[in-house]
């Protein structure tokens, strides 16, 4: 029988150096990784020291990888992600508890996926634990920053820093109030309209400035709200004068049911687009058949609901 004892190699030490070929250099994969520099770079050499093997040829503020480091790389990343997957297999198989995942989710996206998402997996997953964090893009931001959420459905951000971000699909944002739907609005009529919008942090905010701003069509409102209940609750008061903006499905079974007029907005930046967030870098694996099913709902919705693309 062969010795147990066999040379090896720190394997969050791989990942590290994995991380700093991805992000092409020390300094862009720090931030990502979540490590000061100085001990990334600790890291790497005391890797270099397992192998034997120089693996960046360093030159000033950069760092590329050697013959050897470009061969690492390749070869590192197969594996990696086979031994994830194994990690992943055995644990779901043979585990004693189940996995366990925080997701983040937008008060708009949550009509759209949480109910299909918990059904798919209590079918294929059953012991999975998925743990539900409902709240607005920023504050999900800050909570992935600080390691309270595994992956989050939210806008895309603009400023995709220390992230891995996938979009998903997009939806047309639409003026919703009380009344009839009449035809199509064109900006400069949107503006007319005693607006509530949320307040300038929420991304679906930044997206109505950026667009009414190179139109340099202003959309001021005259109400700044972040609660999606409470924005609904004014649009259903009796004075019947204030309107909003909102994705499309946020309010299509509201307006199915009589409660509000949605109108179209005559302008093609007017959208938002889904996306699945995760932390970047060389964090820990999720379960494969989670994003698998996030995926799946993604192409559903794509091709069964009007204003989706």
């Given at each position: 029988?062969?010795?147990?004892e ?6 969050r ?30 890291q ?22 050697t ?5 690492l ?25 189940s996995a ?14 949480l ?23 920023g ?14 459905l ?25 009344g ?22 929420h ?19 005259v ?23 909102l994705?499309y499905?946020s ?5 199915a ?21 995760r ?11 989670l ?7 993604a ?11």
């Amino acid at each position: 029988m062969g010795r147990l004892e066999k040379p090896g190699v720190d394997i969050r030490r791989l990942r590290y150096f994995v991380a700093v070929c991805d992000h092409g250099g020390f300094s862009k994969a720090a931030p990502v990784i979540g490590i000061a520099q100085p001990a990334l770079t600790r890291q790497v050499q005391l890797l270099e020291h397992e192998l034997g093997i120089e693996l960046f040829t360093r030159n000033g503020r950069s760092a590329v990888p050697t013959e050897a480091g470009i061969a690492l790389m390749y070869g590192a990343r197969l594996h990696l992600e086979s031994f994830d997957q194994l990690i992943e297999k055995v644990q779901r198989d043979f585990g004693a508890g189940s996995a366990h995942v925080c997701l983040g989710i937008c008060p708009t996206i949550s009509p759209l996926f949480l109910l299909p998402l918990q059904d798919a997996l209590r079918q294929s997953a059953p012991s999975l634990t998925l743990t539900v964090i409902e709240a607005y893009s920023g504050d999900l931001r800050n909570l992935m920053a600080c390691g309270r959420l595994h992956l989050a459905l939210t806008y895309s951000p603009s400023d995709a820093a220390g992230l891995d971000v996938t979009d998903l699909l997009s939806e047309k944002l639409v003026l919703v109030g009380p009344g009839q739907a009449t035809a199509t609005l064109a900006l400069g009529e949107v503006a007319r309209q005693r607006l509530i919008l949320p307040s300038p942090h929420h991304q679906l905010r930044r997206i109505i400035d950026a667009v009414a701003a190179e139109r340099g069509i202003p959309l001021v409102p005259v109400l700044e709200l972040d609660s999606l209940s409470a924005v609904k609750a004014m649009l259903d008061g009796t004075s019947g004068d204030f309107a909003t903006i909102l994705p499309y499905h946020s309010v299509a079974t509201d307006a199915a049911e009589g409660r509000f007029a949605i109108q179209m907005i005559d302008d093609p930046g007017m959208v938002r687009t889904i996306a699945l967030l995760r932390p970047g870098g060389a964090g820990q694996p999720l379960p494969k058949i989670l994003t698998e099913v996030i995926f799946s709902r993604a192409e559903v919705i794509r091709a069964s609901l009007d204003a989706v693309f």
